[in-house]
């Protein structure tokens, strides 16, 4: 920890992830964001990292191993399928690793749902985009009434999916399903990712059918609603656009508008991942920080 109480961080990915979550590190007045790293020196999210001041590299995962001062948090917005190793280089260096990827290889954190416990986890998993939409609600609506099944639906404007998420949609979909299994506890899960080529592009968007017991519309609307607020509270653009039960069976549609930073407004699935994934990182932060003083106390 920096003597200001920061925290130091480095983005591992230099895609539109990588780049968008540089922007909102260097807002924040939890993290001292140092590092952007890439592979290749035309990417041009390097290009736009250097724009914005920051030091980058193209040394890839060796230019966080190999340093005399570790990082306190490493976001890692590569691919699933290489964070596993990832992880394994970071561990011997008491860095907390946030993973972006849909790898499932750490503990899968939602911040409303289940935030604190990512303060005793080194490898945070973040689900996917779809998942930090839909679980919020989901999960209120599950510790009320049983849900038998969970459809759910996501839309992401094709212009706002990079590589690494393409490389990745298997991952994605059954990362998803697992999380939202685990998360409400219904044991019929399904998982929908639509990749929309619409133009002008579609705004990020998530719909969920859910069956269960005993579902009414007076119920599920507030436990939607309020669950909703929570999300709010860091990711200003979610809104809850549809929300009807019929015959015990409820359907729930929410969008999410990206705002500010270097992201198109339609471009949503990136603003609440990586919003979700800040907001843990600023409360590990204000965690270390608290046990900080109390040691000096």
Same mark, same amino acid.
């Given at each position: 920890?920096?003597?200001?109480?920061?925290?130091?961080?480095?983005?591992?990915?230099?895609?539109?992830?990588? *780049?968008?979550?540089?922007?909102?590190?260097?807002r924040? =007045?939890?993290?001292?964001?140092?590092?952007?790293v =890439? /592979?290749?020196?035309?990417?041009p999210?390097?290009?736009?990292?250097?724009?914005? =001041?920051l030091?980058? &590299?193209?040394?890839?995962?060796r230019?966080?191993?190999?340093?005399?001062? !570790?990082?306190?948090?490493?976001?890692?917005?590569?691919?699933?399928?290489?964070?596993?190793?990832?992880?394994?280089l970071l561990?011997?260096? =008491?860095?907390? +690793?946030?993973? +972006?990827?849909?790898?499932?290889?750490g503990?899968? %954190?939602? !911040?409303t749902?289940?935030?604190?416990?990512?303060?005793a986890?080194?490898? *945070?998993?973040? %689900?996917?985009?779809?998942?930090?939409?839909?679980?919020p609600?989901?999960?209120?609506? &599950?510790?009320?009434?049983?849900?038998?099944?969970?459809?759910?639906?996501t839309t992401?404007?094709?212009l706002?999916?990079?590589?690494?998420?393409?490389?990745?949609l298997?991952?994605?979909?059954?990362t998803?399903q697992?999380?939202?299994?685990d998360f409400?506890?219904?044991?019929?899960?399904k998982?929908?990712?639509n990749?929309s080529?619409a133009?002008p592009?579609?705004?990020?968007? *998530?719909?969920?059918?859910?069956?269960?017991?005993?579902?009414?519309?007076?119920? *599920?609307?507030?436990?939607?609603?309020?669950?909703?607020?929570?999300?709010?509270?860091?990711?200003?653009?979610?809104?809850?656009?549809a929300?009807?039960?019929?015959?015990?069976?409820?359907?729930?549609?929410v969008?999410?508008?990206? /705002?500010?930073?270097?992201? !198109?407004?339609?471009?949503?699935?990136?603003?609440?991942?990586?919003?979700?994934?800040?907001?843990?990182?600023?409360q590990?932060?204000?965690?270390? /920080?608290?046990?900080?003083?109390?040691?000096?106390?």
């Amino acid at each position: 920890m920096n003597d200001d109480g920061r925290l130091s961080v480095a983005v591992l990915g230099a895609g539109l992830i990588g *780049v968008d979550l540089a922007a909102k590190a260097l807002r924040s =007045g939890a993290l001292d964001l140092r590092l952007i790293v =890439g /592979r290749d020196e035309r990417t041009p999210g390097l290009r736009q990292a250097a724009r914005l =001041g920051l030091r980058t &590299s193209t040394d890839g995962i060796r230019s966080l191993t190999e340093t005399d001062e !570790p990082f306190d948090i490493v976001f890692d917005a590569t691919n699933a399928m290489s964070h596993a190793r990832h992880a394994e280089l970071l561990a011997p260096l =008491g860095t907390t +690793l946030i993973d +972006l990827t849909p790898s499932r290889v750490g503990q899968m %954190v939602v !911040p409303t749902v289940n935030g604190p416990a990512a303060a005793a986890c080194t490898d *945070v998993n973040m %689900v996917s985009c779809g998942g930090q939409a839909s679980i919020p609600l989901l999960h209120a609506v &599950s510790r009320r009434h049983r849900l038998d099944y969970v459809e759910v639906v996501t839309t992401a404007a094709t212009l706002s999916v990079g590589r690494s998420t393409r490389l990745n949609l298997d991952e994605y979909v059954e990362t998803t399903q697992d999380a939202v299994r685990d998360f409400t506890g219904a044991k019929d899960v399904k998982s929908i990712l639509n990749i929309s080529p619409a133009r002008p592009p579609a705004t990020f968007r *998530v719909a969920m059918s859910l069956y269960g017991d005993n579902l009414t519309q007076e119920s *599920v609307s507030a436990l939607v609603e309020n669950a909703a607020a929570g999300v709010r509270a860091f990711v200003g653009g979610y809104d809850v656009t549809a929300c009807t039960v019929n015959d015990g069976r409820a359907f729930i549609a929410v969008e999410v508008t990206a /705002r500010g930073d270097r992201i !198109p407004k339609y471009a949503g699935n990136i603003d609440i991942i990586n919003s979700a994934a800040l907001h843990i990182a600023e409360q590990y932060t204000a965690g270390r /920080r608290a046990a900080v003083e109390r040691e000096r106390a």
